[in-house]
């Protein structure tokens, strides 16, 4: 389970053959090695991490704005009920683009493939701030979207080239910060711009801020590819990109969580037409992206091979377990303190604070100990339970817990999110050739997109299912269905209820809460299962060291042949 190795590398399905590179005739060139670990002098480097977390700190502070901003837009084009498709549009096009950031930054280079995701997070958020309708907003959220999927991934990727594996956690951890501050800033800095200067002034406010990330990154960004890549024709490269591969799985993907997150925002019906259909219908884009990047591609976007392999199919999971119950608990515990509790928005979100400041200290911890320990499993076996223990103490609130518990209960919840989510990453670094790593990476991002979206969106359905069946069974006779809704689309509603429905209405969403975060329990104990797999590497204190282990690891492949 925890074995020390640097050389082996388990597939769950093991077809006996030698690991090598997808489209290579053999390993990374000792020429393409010495160049990916060239030193970067402290100087660069500070300009670079400034570029690329500059872009991730934007990218989080987008996400949130957005969600401040749902309903002065939805009453600014009288187009209420479509607010919540900025959100979904915009989530559904990370998820499903964010796989193909991780290969196209090995044919067009990690300034490239950065400069892409900025450039489309860029114009998406310029559309927005221009945009003439809701509908347009909507596209322009995707068009967002695509770039956005590229930030996180691509900045690590690059990060990665640029730092010892030891060292790494750490700067993963003041990445996590930046992204974190940038949530946390989002929502009160998107309701000040919308009463100072209106809506718009929110996104275009960005735009200087990006173009300077963007000149920072084509200026200070110079990760060379091996020179069998480098020296090719820019036709020649992309026609490298698996261009069927990656559209077949964005249909898969889109076709997998829209039908969900359209069950969770509208209120549609799992028996509706459109959900089962659209979930029945990914079995063929899905089918076809298997068979194309088993039988087709030479360049597969998300080689299969590496899903088999022991330590990179754990880390997938733990990623998109540990995203799910950590964004559920984000999103379901303001809404306790807001229809349970009764407390006003600004409390609900207060209850937030403590979360987000252990989402902080467990990324620092996570790279502080990987530096000094150079191990990562128990750490991540750890942070898991960490997160089981949250949750398990959400179940157990009720009308006696104490002003204690409700505020700090959440705490390790957010820090063991965020240690688990550090760790895993140089886990999979760790595990994966010199080759692998940038799409390992996407591997990694992809999963805790996924993750993200599948935990909001079904607390969200699952929140709203037990909810209606508890209403009913508790308000009934003349007038029922309309206070029904009314509580169900407002909590702050209720305190206008006479008591006896009032009480039913707080009853009510009582149980809906104690129901998610029973599910939660249920996705931390899957979470804790996930990390057992996962193999402990050695973690090289240089680039020398680095190097040396790669150049060990290809010589054992090039044996096996």
């Known amino acids: 389970m925890t074995a020390t190795t640097d050389d082996e590398r388990t597939p769950l399905l093991s077809n006996g053959l030698p690991v090598t590179p997808d489209g290579l005739d053999s390993p990374v060139s000792p020429i393409s090695q010495k160049a990916v670990f060239k030193e970067t002098s402290f100087g660069d480097l500070v300009w670079i991490l400034v570029g690329l977390w500059t872009a991730v700190f934007l990218g989080a502070l987008d996400g949130t704005i957005v969600a401040t901003l749902l309903s002065p837009i939805g009453s600014y084009f009288n187009k209420s009920n479509q607010a919540s498709y900025l959100g979904t549009s915009y989530l559904l096009s990370v998820a499903a683009c964010t796989p193909l950031y991780g290969r196209l930054s090995d044919i067009i280079g990690r300034k490239g493939a950065m400069l892409l995701g900025v450039g489309l997070f860029t114009l998406g958020t310029l559309l927005c701030g221009l945009a003439p309708s809701m509908e347009f907003l909507i596209f322009a959220r995707a068009v967002a979207g695509t770039g956005g999927g590229g930030l996180m991934t691509v900045s690590s990727i690059t990060v990665t080239d640029l730092v010892p594996l030891r060292k790494r956690g750490q700067y993963q951890g003041v990445a996590n910060i930046c992204f974190g501050l940038g949530a946390g800033l989002g929502g009160p800095l998107g309701g000040w711009l919308n009463d100072a200067m209106g809506w718009r002034f929110a996104f275009l406010i960005q735009i200087p801020f990006l173009l300077l990330s963007s000149a920072v990154i084509a200026w200070k960004v110079n990760v060379p590819l091996p020179p069998a890549v480098q020296s090719l024709p820019l036709r020649d490269k992309l026609n490298r990109i698996d261009y069927l591969g990656s559209f077949t799985l964005v249909l898969t993907i889109s076709a997998v969580l829209l039908p969900i997150s359209l ?299």
């Open 263 to 561: 069950k969770a925002t509208e209120d549609i019906p799992w028996s509706h037409p459109l959900v089962w259909g659209l979930l029945a219908g990914s079995i063929i884009p899905g089918s076809a992206f298997v068979w194309v990047e088993s039988n087709w591609s030479p360049y597969p976007i998300l080689p299969l091979r590496l899903i088999k392999e022991r330590t990179v199919l754990a880390v997938a999971l733990t990623n998109f377990f540990v995203s799910a119950q950590a964004f559920s608990v984000l999103y379901n515990v303001p809404m306790y303190f807001a229809a349970v509790r009764q407390a006003s928005a600004s409390e609900s979100g207060l209850h937030l604070l403590p979360n987000s400041v252990a989402l902080a200290v467990g990324s620092l911890f996570a790279g502080w100990e990987m530096r000094r320990s150079g191990k990562y499993w128990w750490l991540i076996f750890g942070s898991s339970l960490m997160s089981l223990l949250a949750t398990i103490l959400l179940v157990f609130w009720n009308d006696g817990t104490s002003w204690f518990e409700l505020w700090f209960d959440i705490v390790p919840s957010g820090f063991g999110a965020s240690s688990a989510i550090t760790a895993t990453l140089i886990a999979i670094i760790a595990s994966a050739s010199r080759d692998d790593v940038a799409v390992a990476t996407g591997i990694t991002y992809t999963f805790r997109t996924v993750g993200q979206v599948l935990g909001v969106s079904l607390s969200g359905a699952t929140v709203q299912g037990v909810l209606v069946r508890q209403l009913r069974e508790r308000i009934t006779g003349p007038g029922s269905e309309k206070i029904i809704e009314q509580v169900r689309h407002s909590t702050s509603s209720i305190s206008d209820l006479e008591p006896t429905l009032r009480k039913a209405a707080l009853d009510s969403y009582a149980v809906a809460m104690r129901v998610v975060f029973i599910g939660q329990v249920v996705t931390a104990v899957f979470l804790v299962l996930s990390t057992l797999p996962i193999q402990e590497f050695p973690l090289p204190g240089s680039h020398e060291e680095q190097a040396e282990i790669e150049r060990r690891r290809q010589e054992r492949l090039s044996n096996r042949i």
